[in-house]
Protein backbone atom coordinates (compact mmCIF):
# COMPACT_ATOMS: atom_id res chain seq x y z
CA UNK A 1 0.00 0.00 0.00
CA UNK A 2 1.06 3.41 -0.88
CA UNK A 3 0.86 6.25 1.82
CA UNK A 4 0.95 10.25 0.88
CA UNK A 5 2.70 12.24 3.59
CA UNK A 6 1.64 16.01 3.16
CA UNK A 7 5.01 18.19 3.86
CA UNK A 8 5.00 20.89 5.85
CA UNK A 9 7.69 23.67 5.05
CA UNK A 10 8.41 27.83 5.54
CA UNK A 11 9.03 28.31 1.64
CA UNK A 12 12.88 27.33 1.98
CA UNK A 13 12.85 24.65 4.18
CA UNK A 14 11.38 21.43 4.95
CA UNK A 15 10.05 21.61 8.99
CA UNK A 16 11.45 19.23 11.05
CA UNK A 17 7.59 18.02 11.60
CA UNK A 18 7.66 16.58 8.03
CA UNK A 19 10.97 14.17 8.41
CA UNK A 20 9.11 12.89 11.99
CA UNK A 21 5.80 12.34 9.84
CA UNK A 22 7.64 10.51 7.24
CA UNK A 23 8.75 8.24 9.92
CA UNK A 24 5.36 7.37 10.97
CA UNK A 25 4.68 7.14 7.74
CA UNK A 26 7.46 4.16 7.16
CA UNK A 27 5.78 1.97 10.01
CA UNK A 28 2.70 1.93 7.78
CA UNK A 29 4.54 0.95 4.00
CA UNK A 30 7.84 1.39 2.16
CA UNK A 31 6.32 3.52 -0.61
CA UNK A 32 6.09 6.87 0.28
CA UNK A 33 5.13 10.15 -1.89
CA UNK A 34 5.39 13.25 -0.20
CA UNK A 35 3.47 16.12 -1.70
CA UNK A 36 5.34 19.58 -1.29
CA UNK A 37 2.30 22.39 -1.46
CA UNK A 38 2.22 26.44 -1.40
CA UNK A 39 5.07 28.47 -2.08
CA UNK A 40 8.74 28.01 -2.66
CA UNK A 41 7.81 24.23 -3.81
CA UNK A 42 10.84 24.44 -5.84
CA UNK A 43 13.16 24.68 -3.09
CA UNK A 44 11.54 22.61 -0.82
CA UNK A 45 10.80 19.43 -3.15
CA UNK A 46 14.52 18.58 -3.73
CA UNK A 47 15.13 18.68 -0.02
CA UNK A 48 11.99 15.85 0.30
CA UNK A 49 13.59 14.36 -2.73
CA UNK A 50 16.51 13.12 -1.23
CA UNK A 51 15.12 11.11 2.03
CA UNK A 52 15.69 7.49 1.13
CA UNK A 53 12.55 5.21 0.64
CA UNK A 54 10.50 8.40 -0.90
CA UNK A 55 9.57 7.36 -4.06
CA UNK A 56 7.86 10.42 -5.71
CA UNK A 57 7.58 13.91 -4.62
CA UNK A 58 4.38 15.62 -6.09
CA UNK A 59 4.15 19.46 -6.09
CA UNK A 60 1.05 22.21 -6.26
CA UNK A 61 1.55 26.13 -6.52
CA UNK A 62 -1.77 28.20 -5.84
CA UNK A 63 -2.33 31.47 -4.32
CA UNK A 64 -4.93 29.34 -2.22
CA UNK A 65 -2.78 27.17 -1.13
CA UNK A 66 -0.23 29.40 -0.22
CA UNK A 67 -2.75 30.90 1.66
CA UNK A 68 -3.24 27.65 3.07
CA UNK A 69 -6.90 27.61 2.62
CA UNK A 70 -8.22 24.98 3.90
CA UNK A 71 -10.88 24.07 1.31
CA UNK A 72 -8.35 24.66 -1.24
CA UNK A 73 -5.90 22.21 0.39
CA UNK A 74 -8.33 19.47 1.03
CA UNK A 75 -9.29 19.59 -2.67
CA UNK A 76 -5.70 19.14 -3.75
CA UNK A 77 -5.41 16.06 -1.90
CA UNK A 78 -8.56 14.77 -2.37
CA UNK A 79 -7.55 14.65 -6.03
CA UNK A 80 -4.87 12.31 -5.79
CA UNK A 81 -6.47 10.36 -3.50
CA UNK A 82 -6.81 7.76 -5.53
CA UNK A 83 -3.54 6.51 -5.37
CA UNK A 84 -3.34 6.09 -1.92
CA UNK A 85 -3.91 3.45 1.03
CA UNK A 86 -3.31 6.23 3.25
CA UNK A 87 -2.68 9.55 3.76
CA UNK A 88 -0.57 10.72 6.75
CA UNK A 89 -0.42 14.60 7.77
CA UNK A 90 1.44 16.43 10.11
CA UNK A 91 -0.84 16.98 13.38
CA UNK A 92 0.00 20.90 13.26
CA UNK A 93 -2.81 23.64 13.49
CA UNK A 94 -2.66 23.43 9.68
CA UNK A 95 -2.72 20.28 9.61
CA UNK A 96 -5.38 19.89 12.15
CA UNK A 97 -6.94 22.60 9.83
CA UNK A 98 -7.47 20.43 6.79
CA UNK A 99 -7.22 17.13 7.60
CA UNK A 100 -11.09 16.30 8.91
CA UNK A 101 -12.20 17.52 5.47
CA UNK A 102 -10.17 14.58 3.03
CA UNK A 103 -11.63 12.02 5.93
CA UNK A 104 -15.00 13.85 5.49
CA UNK A 105 -15.00 13.85 1.67
CA UNK A 106 -13.78 9.80 1.68
CA UNK A 107 -16.34 9.58 4.32
CA UNK A 108 -13.49 7.97 6.75
CA UNK A 109 -12.88 8.49 10.55
CA UNK A 110 -10.62 10.70 10.93
CA UNK A 111 -7.41 9.18 13.03
CA UNK A 112 -6.35 12.11 14.91
CA UNK A 113 -2.60 12.95 16.88
CA UNK A 114 -1.37 9.46 15.98
CA UNK A 115 1.45 8.77 18.31
CA UNK A 116 2.38 5.07 17.69
CA UNK A 117 1.70 2.93 14.35
CA UNK A 118 0.54 -0.43 16.05
CA UNK A 119 0.12 -1.73 12.32
CA UNK A 120 -1.43 -0.19 9.12
CA UNK A 121 -4.88 -0.31 10.63
CA UNK A 122 -3.96 -0.21 14.71
CA UNK A 123 -3.04 3.30 16.18
CA UNK A 124 -2.37 4.60 19.59
CA UNK A 125 -3.58 8.23 20.12
CA UNK A 126 -3.41 10.41 23.27
CA UNK A 127 -7.43 11.60 24.55
CA UNK A 128 -8.32 13.31 27.66
CA UNK A 129 -5.45 15.81 27.47
CA UNK A 130 -2.63 12.99 26.93
CA UNK A 131 -3.96 11.65 30.15
CA UNK A 132 -5.11 8.60 28.90
CA UNK A 133 -3.72 7.21 25.71
CA UNK A 134 -6.49 5.10 23.26
CA UNK A 135 -5.57 2.40 20.79
CA UNK A 136 -7.99 1.93 18.03
CA UNK A 137 -8.40 0.13 15.34
CA UNK A 138 -10.02 1.02 12.08
CA UNK A 139 -12.45 -0.56 9.43
CA UNK A 140 -11.93 2.20 6.77
CA UNK A 141 -10.36 0.91 4.01
CA UNK A 142 -8.52 4.33 3.64
CA UNK A 143 -6.23 6.21 6.00
CA UNK A 144 -6.21 9.57 6.98
CA UNK A 145 -4.05 10.04 9.88
CA UNK A 146 -2.72 13.52 11.58
CA UNK A 147 0.55 12.22 13.04
CA UNK A 148 1.96 13.80 16.57
CA UNK A 149 5.45 14.66 15.39
CA UNK A 150 7.06 14.86 19.22
CA UNK A 151 6.17 11.06 19.00
CA UNK A 152 8.56 10.18 16.15
CA UNK A 153 12.04 10.70 15.52
CA UNK A 154 12.43 12.51 12.29
CA UNK A 155 13.93 10.75 9.79
CA UNK A 156 17.49 10.53 8.83
CA UNK A 157 18.80 8.29 5.68
CA UNK A 158 19.03 10.41 2.91
CA UNK A 159 20.52 9.21 -0.69
CA UNK A 160 17.04 8.96 -1.93
CA UNK A 161 16.45 10.26 -5.40
CA UNK A 162 12.60 10.55 -6.16
CA UNK A 163 11.73 12.09 -8.86
CA UNK A 164 9.81 15.03 -8.37
CA UNK A 165 6.72 15.83 -10.66
CA UNK A 166 4.48 18.95 -10.89
CA UNK A 167 0.48 18.42 -10.62
CA UNK A 168 -1.99 21.37 -10.62
CA UNK A 169 -4.91 22.20 -8.25
CA UNK A 170 -8.06 21.72 -8.86
CA UNK A 171 -10.44 24.68 -9.37
CA UNK A 172 -12.39 25.34 -6.48
CA UNK A 173 -14.86 27.50 -5.89
CA UNK A 174 -14.31 29.31 -2.64
CA UNK A 175 -15.98 30.98 -0.36
CA UNK A 176 -13.35 32.21 1.83
CA UNK A 177 -11.34 35.12 1.18
CA UNK A 178 -7.95 35.42 2.60
CA UNK A 179 -7.48 38.74 4.38
CA UNK A 180 -4.27 38.92 6.24
CA UNK A 181 -1.45 37.01 7.89
CA UNK A 182 0.05 38.36 11.16
CA UNK A 183 2.66 36.00 11.77
CA UNK A 184 5.16 36.28 14.51
CA UNK A 185 8.96 36.85 12.85
CA UNK A 186 12.02 35.85 15.04
CA UNK A 187 15.47 34.72 15.09
CA UNK A 188 15.25 32.16 17.36
CA UNK A 189 14.16 28.01 16.89
CA UNK A 190 10.86 27.05 16.26
CA UNK A 191 9.40 25.75 19.54
CA UNK A 192 7.99 22.89 17.67
CA UNK A 193 11.47 22.10 16.52
CA UNK A 194 14.31 23.18 19.21
CA UNK A 195 16.23 21.26 21.30
CA UNK A 196 16.08 23.48 24.39
CA UNK A 197 12.99 25.94 25.29
CA UNK A 198 12.86 28.03 27.95
CA UNK A 199 9.21 28.76 29.24
CA UNK A 200 7.68 31.13 31.56
CA UNK A 201 4.26 31.22 33.11
CA UNK A 202 1.83 33.66 35.19
CA UNK A 203 4.25 34.41 37.79
CA UNK A 204 6.47 37.26 35.14
CA UNK A 205 3.87 39.68 36.08
CA UNK A 206 4.08 41.46 32.78
CA UNK A 207 4.86 41.37 29.16
CA UNK A 208 8.02 43.23 29.81
CA UNK A 209 9.13 41.21 32.72
CA UNK A 210 8.64 37.86 30.51
CA UNK A 211 11.14 39.48 27.95
CA UNK A 212 13.59 40.97 29.89
CA UNK A 213 13.93 37.89 32.18
CA UNK A 214 13.62 34.73 29.26
CA UNK A 215 15.38 36.44 26.61
CA UNK A 216 18.75 36.33 28.08
CA UNK A 217 18.54 32.69 29.66
CA UNK A 218 17.11 31.75 25.74
CA UNK A 219 20.12 33.46 24.20
CA UNK A 220 22.61 32.20 26.07
CA UNK A 221 21.17 28.76 25.25
CA UNK A 222 20.18 29.35 21.66
CA UNK A 223 16.68 28.10 23.31
CA UNK A 224 13.19 28.87 21.51
CA UNK A 225 10.47 30.55 23.96
CA UNK A 226 7.64 29.03 25.08
CA UNK A 227 4.69 30.41 27.34
CA UNK A 228 1.80 28.63 29.40
CA UNK A 229 -1.89 29.15 28.93
CA UNK A 230 -2.09 31.30 31.91
CA UNK A 231 0.77 34.07 30.87
CA UNK A 232 -0.46 33.81 26.89
CA UNK A 233 -4.13 34.49 28.63
CA UNK A 234 -2.48 37.32 30.40
CA UNK A 235 -0.92 39.22 27.36
CA UNK A 236 2.77 38.51 28.37
CA UNK A 237 3.53 36.68 25.50
CA UNK A 238 2.12 36.00 22.12
CA UNK A 239 -0.75 32.84 21.44
CA UNK A 240 2.10 30.85 18.94
CA UNK A 241 4.15 30.74 22.54
CA UNK A 242 1.49 28.87 24.32
CA UNK A 243 2.85 25.19 25.54
CA UNK A 244 0.12 22.55 26.08
CA UNK A 245 -2.65 20.59 25.22
CA UNK A 246 -4.34 23.30 23.30
CA UNK A 247 -1.15 25.43 21.87
CA UNK A 248 1.53 23.19 21.00
CA UNK A 249 2.77 19.68 22.55
CA UNK A 250 6.61 19.76 22.56
CA UNK A 251 9.21 17.36 23.52
CA UNK A 252 12.61 18.92 23.72
CA UNK A 253 15.72 17.67 25.20
CA UNK A 254 15.92 20.38 27.71
CA UNK A 255 12.47 22.35 28.77
CA UNK A 256 12.99 24.89 31.62
CA UNK A 257 10.05 25.85 33.33
CA UNK A 258 10.32 29.15 34.89
CA UNK A 259 7.21 31.12 37.12
CA UNK A 260 5.10 27.85 35.65
CA UNK A 261 2.86 26.06 37.96
CA UNK A 262 2.40 22.83 36.35
CA UNK A 263 -1.62 22.97 35.52
CA UNK A 264 -3.23 19.89 33.94
CA UNK A 265 -3.39 21.19 30.39
CA UNK A 266 0.67 22.82 30.09
CA UNK A 267 1.93 19.49 31.16
CA UNK A 268 0.10 17.99 28.48
CA UNK A 269 2.47 19.69 26.18
CA UNK A 270 5.31 19.11 27.03
CA UNK A 271 5.63 15.99 29.53
CA UNK A 272 6.92 14.00 27.36
CA UNK A 273 10.42 16.52 27.12
CA UNK A 274 14.12 14.52 27.59
CA UNK A 275 15.41 16.30 30.83
CA UNK A 276 12.51 19.25 32.69
CA UNK A 277 13.46 21.65 34.88
CA UNK A 278 11.02 23.45 37.10
CA UNK A 279 11.99 26.91 38.50
CA UNK A 280 9.06 27.94 40.79
CA UNK A 281 9.30 29.99 44.46
CA UNK A 282 6.38 27.78 45.50
CA UNK A 283 7.19 24.11 47.02
CA UNK A 284 4.20 22.59 46.31
CA UNK A 285 3.97 23.48 42.50
CA UNK A 286 2.94 20.23 40.59
CA UNK A 287 5.85 21.13 38.07
CA UNK A 288 7.98 19.65 40.45
CA UNK A 289 5.96 16.30 40.31
CA UNK A 290 7.05 15.84 36.20
CA UNK A 291 10.77 17.47 37.00
CA UNK A 292 14.41 16.31 36.88
CA UNK A 293 15.68 18.95 38.61
CA UNK A 294 13.91 21.48 40.53
CA UNK A 295 14.92 24.61 42.13
CA UNK A 296 12.93 25.95 44.97
CA UNK A 297 13.57 29.98 44.54
CA UNK A 298 12.54 33.05 43.01
CA UNK A 299 12.85 33.55 39.47
CA UNK A 300 14.13 36.93 40.31
CA UNK A 301 17.51 35.89 42.01
CA UNK A 302 17.52 32.36 39.98
CA UNK A 303 17.79 33.15 36.19
CA UNK A 304 20.55 36.07 37.19
CA UNK A 305 22.78 33.19 39.45
CA UNK A 306 22.17 30.45 36.26
CA UNK A 307 22.81 32.78 33.56
CA UNK A 308 26.24 33.43 35.83
CA UNK A 309 26.68 29.69 36.38
CA UNK A 310 26.55 28.85 33.13
CA UNK A 311 29.62 31.18 32.39
CA UNK B 1 -29.19 35.99 11.44
CA UNK B 2 -29.41 32.47 13.71
CA UNK B 3 -26.94 30.85 14.99
CA UNK B 4 -26.89 27.12 16.16
CA UNK B 5 -23.84 25.76 18.93
CA UNK B 6 -23.55 22.36 19.36
CA UNK B 7 -21.90 21.41 22.33
CA UNK B 8 -20.99 18.53 24.38
CA UNK B 9 -21.12 16.93 27.94
CA UNK B 10 -17.98 16.12 28.79
CA UNK B 11 -15.90 15.26 32.47
CA UNK B 12 -15.18 18.33 33.99
CA UNK B 13 -12.01 19.66 33.37
CA UNK B 14 -10.84 19.96 36.83
CA UNK B 15 -11.15 16.35 37.37
CA UNK B 16 -8.62 13.38 37.54
CA UNK B 17 -8.87 11.23 35.03
CA UNK B 18 -9.10 8.01 36.03
CA UNK B 19 -8.67 4.72 33.32
CA UNK B 20 -10.67 1.88 33.95
CA UNK B 21 -8.41 -1.08 35.13
CA UNK B 22 -9.57 -3.06 32.82
CA UNK B 23 -8.30 -0.89 30.01
CA UNK B 24 -12.03 -0.55 28.60
CA UNK B 25 -12.33 3.39 29.23
CA UNK B 26 -11.99 6.27 31.23
CA UNK B 27 -13.73 5.91 34.66
CA UNK B 28 -17.17 8.63 34.42
CA UNK B 29 -19.34 6.71 36.68
CA UNK B 30 -19.99 9.23 39.85
CA UNK B 31 -17.75 12.33 38.26
CA UNK B 32 -18.67 15.84 37.51
CA UNK B 33 -19.47 16.18 33.90
CA UNK B 34 -20.10 20.06 32.28
CA UNK B 35 -20.33 21.55 28.86
CA UNK B 36 -16.90 21.05 27.18
CA UNK B 37 -15.31 24.37 27.65
CA UNK B 38 -14.42 25.28 23.86
CA UNK B 39 -18.12 24.79 23.52
CA UNK B 40 -18.94 27.44 26.42
CA UNK B 41 -16.97 29.93 24.43
CA UNK B 42 -19.27 29.14 21.60
CA UNK B 43 -22.28 29.61 23.43
CA UNK B 44 -20.91 33.17 25.07
CA UNK B 45 -19.91 34.11 21.29
CA UNK B 46 -23.25 33.78 19.97
CA UNK B 47 -24.61 35.36 22.70
CA UNK B 48 -22.45 38.27 22.10
CA UNK B 49 -23.83 38.92 18.74
CA UNK B 50 -27.34 38.70 19.95
CA UNK B 51 -26.46 41.28 22.37
CA UNK B 52 -25.44 43.46 19.91
CA UNK B 53 -28.14 43.03 17.97
CA UNK B 54 -26.73 41.10 14.87
CA UNK B 55 -28.13 37.81 16.14
CA UNK B 56 -31.89 37.11 16.53
CA UNK B 57 -31.95 33.37 17.54
CA UNK B 58 -29.49 30.87 19.24
CA UNK B 59 -30.57 27.33 19.31
CA UNK B 60 -28.37 24.89 21.29
CA UNK B 61 -28.10 21.56 20.34
CA UNK B 62 -26.23 18.55 21.90
CA UNK B 63 -25.96 14.69 21.04
CA UNK B 64 -25.42 12.30 24.13
CA UNK B 65 -27.14 10.60 26.61
CA UNK B 66 -30.61 12.16 28.96
CA UNK B 67 -28.21 13.95 31.38
CA UNK B 68 -26.65 16.04 28.44
CA UNK B 69 -29.61 18.21 29.38
CA UNK B 70 -28.27 19.63 32.38
CA UNK B 71 -25.56 21.31 29.51
CA UNK B 72 -27.84 22.26 27.58
CA UNK B 73 -29.88 24.20 30.27
CA UNK B 74 -26.81 25.87 30.97
CA UNK B 75 -26.49 27.00 27.47
CA UNK B 76 -29.72 28.35 27.79
CA UNK B 77 -29.14 30.10 30.91
CA UNK B 78 -26.06 32.05 29.24
CA UNK B 79 -28.55 33.18 26.60
CA UNK B 80 -29.45 30.44 24.16
CA UNK B 81 -33.07 30.80 23.49
CA UNK B 82 -34.35 27.24 22.83
CA UNK B 83 -31.99 23.94 22.96
CA UNK B 84 -32.36 20.36 21.18
CA UNK B 85 -31.04 17.38 22.62
CA UNK B 86 -30.54 14.26 20.05
CA UNK B 87 -30.63 11.51 22.75
CA UNK B 88 -28.34 8.58 22.29
CA UNK B 89 -25.88 6.09 24.79
CA UNK B 90 -23.53 5.62 22.36
CA UNK B 91 -20.36 7.37 21.88
CA UNK B 92 -20.35 8.45 18.32
CA UNK B 93 -17.44 9.07 16.43
CA UNK B 94 -16.77 12.83 14.91
CA UNK B 95 -18.28 11.96 11.03
CA UNK B 96 -21.67 10.50 12.60
CA UNK B 97 -22.15 13.77 14.98
CA UNK B 98 -21.32 15.71 12.04
CA UNK B 99 -23.42 13.85 10.11
CA UNK B 100 -26.16 14.48 12.65
CA UNK B 101 -25.61 17.84 13.00
CA UNK B 102 -25.43 18.01 9.49
CA UNK B 103 -29.38 16.68 9.29
CA UNK B 104 -30.06 19.46 12.09
CA UNK B 105 -28.52 22.46 9.88
CA UNK B 106 -30.59 21.35 7.17
CA UNK B 107 -33.82 21.46 9.41
CA UNK B 108 -32.81 25.06 11.07
CA UNK B 109 -31.01 26.47 8.64
CA UNK B 110 -29.06 28.84 10.76
CA UNK B 111 -26.98 31.40 9.24
CA UNK B 112 -23.65 30.36 11.72
CA UNK B 113 -22.51 27.50 13.30
CA UNK B 114 -20.32 27.96 16.36
CA UNK B 115 -18.83 25.50 17.87
CA UNK B 116 -15.57 24.27 19.98
CA UNK B 117 -12.53 23.47 18.08
CA UNK B 118 -12.09 20.40 20.24
CA UNK B 119 -13.69 18.16 22.90
CA UNK B 120 -12.01 17.98 25.83
CA UNK B 121 -12.68 14.03 26.03
CA UNK B 122 -11.67 12.66 22.76
CA UNK B 123 -9.41 15.61 21.60
CA UNK B 124 -10.31 14.62 18.21
CA UNK B 125 -9.96 18.42 16.62
CA UNK B 126 -12.22 17.28 13.76
CA UNK B 127 -16.18 17.70 14.09
CA UNK B 128 -16.93 21.55 13.02
CA UNK B 129 -14.29 20.87 10.20
CA UNK B 130 -16.01 17.79 9.04
CA UNK B 131 -19.75 19.43 8.92
CA UNK B 132 -18.11 22.07 7.05
CA UNK B 133 -17.54 19.91 4.60
CA UNK B 134 -20.76 17.77 4.68
CA UNK B 135 -22.47 20.85 4.40
CA UNK B 136 -20.33 22.99 1.68
CA UNK B 137 -20.24 25.81 3.99
CA UNK B 138 -16.83 27.58 4.34
CA UNK B 139 -14.97 26.99 7.45
CA UNK B 140 -13.06 29.29 9.69
CA UNK B 141 -11.61 27.15 12.73
CA UNK B 142 -9.60 28.16 15.83
CA UNK B 143 -10.84 31.50 15.79
CA UNK B 144 -9.79 34.44 18.37
CA UNK B 145 -11.80 36.90 16.84
CA UNK B 146 -15.06 36.98 15.07
CA UNK B 147 -16.79 40.20 13.54
CA UNK B 148 -19.90 40.56 11.38
CA UNK B 149 -19.33 42.16 8.10
CA UNK B 150 -22.20 42.70 6.04
CA UNK B 151 -22.88 39.00 4.37
CA UNK B 152 -19.64 37.87 5.55
CA UNK B 153 -17.95 37.12 8.84
CA UNK B 154 -13.82 38.32 9.49
CA UNK B 155 -12.92 35.68 11.77
CA UNK B 156 -8.98 36.03 12.98
CA UNK B 157 -7.74 32.41 13.33
CA UNK B 158 -4.94 31.25 15.86
CA UNK B 159 -2.22 29.42 13.28
CA UNK B 160 0.97 27.85 13.22
CA UNK B 161 3.23 31.24 13.55
CA UNK B 162 0.71 33.71 14.45
CA UNK B 163 -2.36 34.86 13.01
CA UNK B 164 -4.81 34.96 9.88
CA UNK B 165 -7.53 36.66 8.88
CA UNK B 166 -9.83 35.10 6.70
CA UNK B 167 -13.56 36.29 5.09
CA UNK B 168 -16.14 33.75 4.82
CA UNK B 169 -19.20 33.94 3.37
CA UNK B 170 -22.39 32.95 5.21
CA UNK B 171 -23.48 30.50 6.55
CA UNK B 172 -20.56 29.38 8.01
CA UNK B 173 -18.93 27.32 10.49
CA UNK B 174 -16.60 28.59 12.88
CA UNK B 175 -14.74 26.57 15.56
CA UNK B 176 -13.20 28.51 18.72
CA UNK B 177 -10.26 29.05 20.16
CA UNK B 178 -9.17 29.26 24.05
CA UNK B 179 -9.00 33.32 23.02
CA UNK B 180 -12.27 34.31 21.27
CA UNK B 181 -13.41 35.60 25.03
CA UNK B 182 -14.39 34.73 28.70
CA UNK B 183 -17.86 32.58 28.98
CA UNK B 184 -19.72 34.31 31.75
CA UNK B 185 -21.40 32.69 34.89
CA UNK B 186 -24.93 32.70 34.01
CA UNK B 187 -27.03 34.61 37.32
CA UNK B 188 -29.52 32.62 39.00
CA UNK B 189 -32.62 34.62 37.42
CA UNK B 190 -31.40 33.38 34.38
CA UNK B 191 -30.83 29.80 35.72
CA UNK B 192 -34.76 30.11 37.28
CA UNK B 193 -35.59 31.30 33.18
CA UNK B 194 -33.60 28.67 31.19
CA UNK B 195 -35.45 25.78 33.04
CA UNK B 196 -39.09 27.76 31.06
CA UNK B 197 -37.02 27.68 28.00
CA UNK B 198 -38.09 25.26 25.57
CA UNK B 199 -36.09 22.23 25.09
CA UNK B 200 -36.98 19.32 22.55
CA UNK B 201 -35.90 15.73 22.57
CA UNK B 202 -35.08 13.43 19.52
CA UNK B 203 -33.94 10.39 18.90
CA UNK B 204 -31.12 9.77 16.80
CA UNK B 205 -33.54 7.31 14.57
CA UNK B 206 -35.02 10.18 13.84
CA UNK B 207 -32.70 11.16 11.78
CA UNK B 208 -31.70 8.72 9.36
CA UNK B 209 -27.99 9.15 9.45
CA UNK B 210 -25.44 6.47 9.43
CA UNK B 211 -24.00 6.16 13.25
CA UNK B 212 -22.00 3.29 12.32
CA UNK B 213 -18.69 3.12 14.10
CA UNK B 214 -15.59 3.12 11.61
CA UNK B 215 -12.93 2.24 14.70
CA UNK B 216 -12.91 0.28 17.63
CA UNK B 217 -11.21 0.73 20.50
CA UNK B 218 -8.47 -2.27 21.49
CA UNK B 219 -7.60 -1.20 24.92
CA UNK B 220 -7.34 2.69 26.98
CA UNK B 221 -4.41 2.76 29.55
CA UNK B 222 -2.17 5.33 31.36
CA UNK B 223 0.50 7.50 29.80
CA UNK B 224 3.77 6.57 31.47
CA UNK B 225 4.34 8.09 34.51
CA UNK B 226 7.29 10.75 34.81
CA UNK B 227 8.82 9.93 38.28
CA UNK B 228 9.86 13.62 40.20
CA UNK B 229 13.49 13.57 39.85
CA UNK B 230 15.32 15.49 42.70
CA UNK B 231 15.67 19.49 43.68
CA UNK B 232 18.72 20.97 43.39
CA UNK B 233 19.70 24.17 46.16
CA UNK B 234 20.96 26.28 43.66
CA UNK B 235 21.90 27.17 39.93
CA UNK B 236 25.19 26.04 40.31
CA UNK B 237 24.00 22.50 41.39
CA UNK B 238 21.28 22.88 38.58
CA UNK B 239 23.64 23.53 36.21
CA UNK B 240 26.25 20.91 37.03
CA UNK B 241 23.50 18.51 37.00
CA UNK B 242 22.25 19.55 33.02
CA UNK B 243 25.92 18.86 32.44
CA UNK B 244 26.11 15.16 33.66
CA UNK B 245 22.39 14.40 32.26
CA UNK B 246 24.28 15.50 28.77
CA UNK B 247 21.76 18.58 28.15
CA UNK B 248 24.34 21.76 27.94
Known amino acids: MAVLVIADHDGAHLRDTTLKTLSAAQGLSG ?5 VYGEGVSAVAPQAASFAGVRKVLTAESPELKADIAEAVSALILSLADNYEAIAIPATA ?44 TSDAKK ?23 VSAPAVALKTRFVSDEKVTSDRPELGAAKVIVSGGRALGSAEEFTSVLEPLADKLGAAI ?86 | MKILVPVKRVLDYNVKVRVKSDQSGVDLANVK ?29 SIGVAQAE ?67 WPQATFASKVEVSGSELLVTREVDGGLQTLGVALPAVVTTDLRLNEPRYASLPNIMKAK ?43 VANLKTAGVL
Open chain 2, 70 to 136: AVLRTALAMGADRALLIQTDEDLEPLAVAKLLKAVAEEEKPDLIIMGKQAIDGDNNATGQILSTLLD
Open chain 2, 196 to 238: KKPLDTKAVADYGVDIAPRLSVLKVTEPAKRSAGIKVDSAEAL
Open chain 1, 31 to 35: DIDVL
Open chain 1, 226 to 311: GASRAAVDAGYAPNDYQVGQTGKVVAPDLYIAVGISGAIQHLAGMKDSKVIVAINKDPEAPIFQVADFGLVADYKTALPDLLKALG
Open chain 1, 94 to 137: SGKNFAPRIAAKLDVSLISDVIDVVSADTFTRPIYAGNALETIK
Open chain 1, 144 to 166: VLTVRPTAFKAVTATGGSASVEA
Open chain 2, 33 to 61: MAMNPFDEIAVEEAVRLKEKGTVTEIVAV
